[in-house]
């Protein structure tokens, strides 16, 4: 998988950067409309519609919508912008918008709770790879949900619209590869509410927070300050373009070195038949290749009959971290670049394939973290027109390269402050939103204590800009991951969730606690439908007033009691219990004035606290609970079954802490 400092899908979307032109619907040249504006889309109930366009200089524009109407005047350079009423939840409405002799109608427009996505990929991950991902894709037909996907692009400048993307209805094909969270987010409001549900999904994975922030927010950042006042002045497509020549010659320079390019191991009359073996699908690093970065090449072969062969044949590999270029017979049938979480299937071409043996190969390019065909074993299979055939299971495998070339600097959205920002959420701005939800973090791990600032900024940042005061902004806490840590330590995750805990303080603001649902070996948890439901009970209760439990348990307050310390906290619902039934909860570290931490015994006393204590700390002052990237098995949740969140009671220097 890529690094967590590295964007996923570069070479892919560099070609597309560019300015964008304020005019966005060649059929009507004297009137256009942001890309958000689409039909099927979601207007915000409850509050005033804000549309705007552009057209001609010194043009009267009128705007309709469900008998209601309006005028507006452009200015010199053809901007205008418009204001209906608040309306109530319904539709399908005809939103129609006129200029001299030019219409825009836009059809089957509802008016519901709108909600933005964001952050990186845990936010990004698409429904198809989440637990159960086919069965959840094909039952995800909710003609009242609607669907947009911010195409992925960056800008040194606020861009005025984004790149050509519809609002889509919600249907099997349209959630497959839509955001997990928000899917499941948004699925759970609408069958709650009963009042269509609105998903803006602007995502990019390996991002960090400070290229989703405004250039104005950071100006007066000590560190990146300079570069965020310098963005206005940058040639942009100058430095895109000087980045793509470099990333072509990075890439030719793998091709050169790649052994089983100049020897066409893809070719028929290759002989494969000594290579080692490996069991497919599962990254090349959990079967001992822990430092491979570069092209690996695997091979199988498979055995069709006659009657196999007549029509429409699928290749489906799953997703493969990073890129592919995948072969049958020795001919190419389909390649991928930079997609690591991308399911791969490759229509076979009629006559291809024959009776008897036939070969599959697929050269595997990968130019960081994890690598290789991975996902569920029944992603990768062949289709026939008589029978799925699975083709998990035991591959032969070379290394073509595992030495990448010196990777030039190339420009990717961490490479500056507010790229994101201006070319995926200004664009946006001011459509109307009831809120946001968010899932990114892991990116700014190395940079934890700082993100306790940076986050707020940007929630701040976000609602100065909508201009809306300050609406909802629910959160992840980053979940669990990385091999479980059996002895008190330091821990860069810890000290980012505390950091993402601290947002609370902004009002309106809720975090759902992810960290019982991670995955050790993967920082991609499967389980969106867990992180969607928490994200949607907060919204429950903070948003639309419900009374519910929405949180785990949080830290409120400890006191010393001689040899133990007490634990009390928000969040207990009628009572907080142990998961597991233990009488003593994992998880809880315990410290004197040395700040040395021990494991410690910990257990619910009988007036709904928690008491801590450890015979190695006669004179504790400190506890810590779920302090490391991955504390194991925790017991401590309220009985509306939330686990707690983790926390400290000191304020030691922490490793990521500068001063």
Not at 396 to 403: A, D, K, Q, R, V
Request: with cysteine; net charge negative.
């Amino acid at each position: 998988m890529p690094p967590l400092l590295r964007s996923a899908a570069l070479s892919l979307f560099l070609a597309s950067f560019s300015i964008q032109p304020v005019s966005s619907q060649a059929d009507h040249p004297c009137l256009s409309l942001p890309h958000i504006f689409s039909d099927h889309m979601v207007l915000q109930r409850g509050q005033a519609i804000k549309v705007w366009g552009w057209a001609g200089p010194d043009e009267t524009i009128g705007v309709k919508l469900a008998g209601h109407s309006t005028v507006a005047r452009t200015d010199d350079d053809g901007a205008w912008a418009a204001e209906l009423p608040a309306m109530d939840a319904g539709g399908p409405y005809e939103l129609k918008i006129h200029c001299m002799d030019s219409v825009v109608v836009l059809k089957d427009v509802l008016v519901g709770e709108v909600w933005l996505c964001s952050g990186q990929s845990n936010m990004e991950w698409p429904v198809k790879l989440a637990v159960d991902g086919e069965q959840e894709a094909a039952a995800a037909d909710f003609p009242q949900i609607r669907l947009f996907t911010v195409p992925k692009d960056m800008n040194t400048q606020p861009l005025g619209n984004t790149l050509p993307a519809q609002w889509e209805r919600c249907s099997p094909e349209a959630a497959a590869d839509f955001s997990a969270v928000g899917y499941f987010f948004g699925r759970h409001l609408h069958e709650n509410l009963g009042v269509p549900v609105g998903l803006v999904d602007a995502t990019w994975g390996g991002t960090v927070v400070e290229t989703w922030t405004s250039a104005e927010a950071l100006a007066d950042d000590p560190e990146l300050g300079a570069a965020a006042r310098e963005l206005g002045e940058m040639d942009f497509d100058a430095m895109t373009e000087r980045s793509q020549a470099e990333q072509s010659a990075w890439e030719k320079a793998i091709d050169e070195q790649d052994k089983g390019l100049k020897e066409k191991w893809h070719e028929e009359g290759y002989d494969w038949s000594g290579w080692e073996t490996m069991e497919l699908p599962q990254l090349w690093e959990k079967a001992g290749y822990e430092d491979l970065d570069g092209a690996v090449w695997f091979k199988r072969a498979l055995t069709l009959q006659a009657g196999e062969l007549a029509g429409p044949v699928t290749l489906e590999l799953g997703p493969i971290d990073d890129s592919d270029i995948t072969y049958v017979n020795g001919a190419e049938v389909g390649r991928m670049i930079n997609q690591y979480n991308a399911g791969r299937s490759y229509t076979v071409p009629a006559g291809l394939l024959r009776e008897g043996e036939n070969t599959i190969t697929v050269r595997v390019i990968d130019t960081g973290g994890g690598g290789g065909i991975y996902g569920e074993p029944e992603a990768l299979k062949i289709i026939t027109s008589r029978r799925s055939i699975s083709l998990a299971g035991s591959w032969h495998f070379s290394i073509g390269t595992g030495e990448l070339p010196p990777r030039p600097a190339i420009l990717h959205p961490n490479s500056l402050p507010a790229l994101l920002y201006n070319a995926m959420i200004h664009p946006l701005i001011p459509f109307g939103i009831r809120g946001a939800i968010w899932y990114q973090g892991e990116s700014n791990a190395g940079d934890a204590f700082r993100y306790r600032e940076r986050f707020r900024l940007m929630i701040r940042d976000w609602r100065q800009q909508w201009g809306q005061g300050d609406f909802p902004f629910l959160f992840v806490q980053l979940a669990n991951f990385r091999e479980e840590q059996q002895e008190p330590a330091e821990s860069q995750w810890a000290e980012l969730r505390e950091s993402q805990a601290r947002a609370l303080e902004e009002p309106h603001t809720g975090m759902a606690l992810a960290i019982d649902i991670g995955e050790a070996d993967d920082i991609h948890p499967r389980n969106k439908q867990e992180a969607g439901r928490r994200l949607a009970l907060a919204a429950r209760a903070i948003v639309y007033d419900e009374d519910l439990e929405y949180s785990g348990p949080i830290y409120r307050a400890s006191k010393i009691e001689g040899n133990q310390i007490r634990l009390r906290f928000n969040h207990t619902g009628r009572q907080l219990i142990s998961r597991h039934g233990l009488e003593w909860l994992r998880g809880f570290a315990i410290a004197g004035a040395d700040g040395v931490f021990h494991p410690a015994q910990a257990r619910i006393s009988e007036d709904n606290t928690v008491l801590v204590s450890s015979e190695a700390v006669p004179a504790p002052k400190y506890v810590r609970y779920a302090w490391a990237d991955n504390p194991g098995q925790l017991d401590l949740y309220n009985d509306a079954g939330l686990p707690a969140a983790p926390f400290r009671t000191d304020e030691l220097k922490v490793s990521t802490q500068k001063q």
